[in-house]
């Protein structure tokens, strides 16, 4: 018999999470209902742990969906393309499909919906409330946006559509990243180590990354995912490496997505050549910036991008990239953790619990 309920983590208050039963919603021509496979996990969800985030509880967490879909209405099936059965790629956010970004084909940028309306930060008070992926099943609303994908991959691959569809966006797609460009990645984790997947796959030349001296292992890891070179900011002048390493130009392309730290991003001018596209995507909880020296951009014409969201085409990409099998994606993926262990699994991306260390990590229910 089909079950009539689901499993789902509920988060009540800032740190609180909760194992309830949650109905199943009735699915109608124009919805679907996803069986969850895998919810990749990121630095928003410690952020949405911690309450940082503008967000209405209770609600069921999990932005970075796979699954099966295991039912769907008729006119939901034509209009996406997809069937019972698909296994498919669920975008956080869900647009509202008519304001001006919407109308403009810049649907990440949406708020028609509201701040933050999108999978895994809707409140549970909001009917069907199975919006988050951290549940055996999941909602899919008529806007959401799914991507087809292979079934025979291991479902923990499969869901680093997510990371690796922002390296498409933030290192490749928003700075044009072309053929022989040098490529600067700032910060190891998780979106950097996409940032040189996806730039390596765009052709770039040389690719570098920073870290801090305990991301040894990461940095590692973004050796052999294709960077070139890696600095240790604690022990070299990053500004004379990157210059020694670019042949005196600096970088055509500089990504920042270190968390927290804002001094990278008065730096990040310093290492950008003439002529160079600066992607801002570390968030640094609202502090400002020091020593950020303005006319560096001016002098050099650098361009500076603030990257937020992912677009279809960066999922597109990165979907392709995991089917083909071409990059030990593997290598990055440290953990998984039973939908019973979702505090947990936050704690241990956040870095929270005692000799454990996350690179890609996912709940799977
Ligand atoms: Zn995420
Ligand atoms: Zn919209």
Redesign the pocket.
């Known amino acids: 018999m089909a079950p009539r309920t689901s499993r789902a983590i509920v988060q009540t208050a800032p740190r609180r999470l909760e194992l309830r039963e949650l109905p199943l919603p009735d699915i109608d021509d124009e919805s679907a209902l996803l069986r969850v496979e895998a919810c990749g996990i990121c630095g928003s969800d410690a952020e949405q742990y911690a309450g940082v985030l503008p967000v209405t509880l209770p609600l069921v967490p999990g932005h970075e969906p796979l699954g099966v879909i295991e039912r769907i209405g008729d006119r939901a099936a034509r209009r996406w393309g997809v069937d019972v059965g698909d296994r498919v790629a669920v975008e956080a956010l869900i647009?509202?499909?008519?304001?001006?970004?919407?109308?403009d084909g810049r649907?990440q940028l949406?708020?028609?919906?509201g701040m933050m309306f999108g999978h895994g930060y809707v409140p549970l008070a909001r009917a069907p409330g199975l919006w988050g992926a951290y549940a055996d099943y999941m909602y899919l609303d008529p806007f959401s946006i799914v991507h087809r994908i292979q079934h025979d991959l291991p479902a923990s691959l499969a869901v680093m559509f997510n990371p690796l569809g922002a390296g498409f966006r933030w290192a490749v797609e928003l700075p044009e990243t072309r053929p022989g460009d040098r490529v600067l990645v700032l910060g190891p984790g998780q979106r950097g180590l996409a940032s040189v997947i996806a730039a390596r796959a765009a052709g770039a030349d040389t690719i570098i990354v920073t870290g801090l001296a305990r991301d040894a292992r990461k940095l590692a890891l973004a050796r052999e995912l294709g960077a070139d070179h890696t600095i240790d900011v604690e022990h070299e002048d990053v500004r004379v490496r990157v210059r020694e390493l670019t042949d005196g130009r600096g970088a055509d392309v500089v990504v920042e997505v270190s968390a927290n730290a804002a001094e990278p991003v008065a730096e990040a001018l310093h290492y950008a050549a003439p002529g160079g596209r600066v992607v801002l995507a570390g968030v640094k909880g609202f502090k400002a910036v020091p020593d950020f020296v303005s006319d560096l951009a001016v002098v050099k014409e650098i361009t500076i991008r603030g990257a937020f969201g992912v677009t279809a085409r960066a999922y597109e990409a990165a979907i392709r990239l995991i089917e083909s099998g071409r990059v030990p994606l593997a290598r990055m993926h440290t953990h998984d953790f039973p939908l019973t262990d979702a505090e947990r699994a936050i704690r241990t991306l956040a870095g929270e619990e005692p000799g454990e260390s996350s690179i890609h990590s996912c709940v799977v229910p």
Do not use: K
Request: aromatic share 8%.
């Open positions: 647009p509202c499909g008519h304001c001006h970004v919407c109308r649907y949406c708020r028609g919906r």
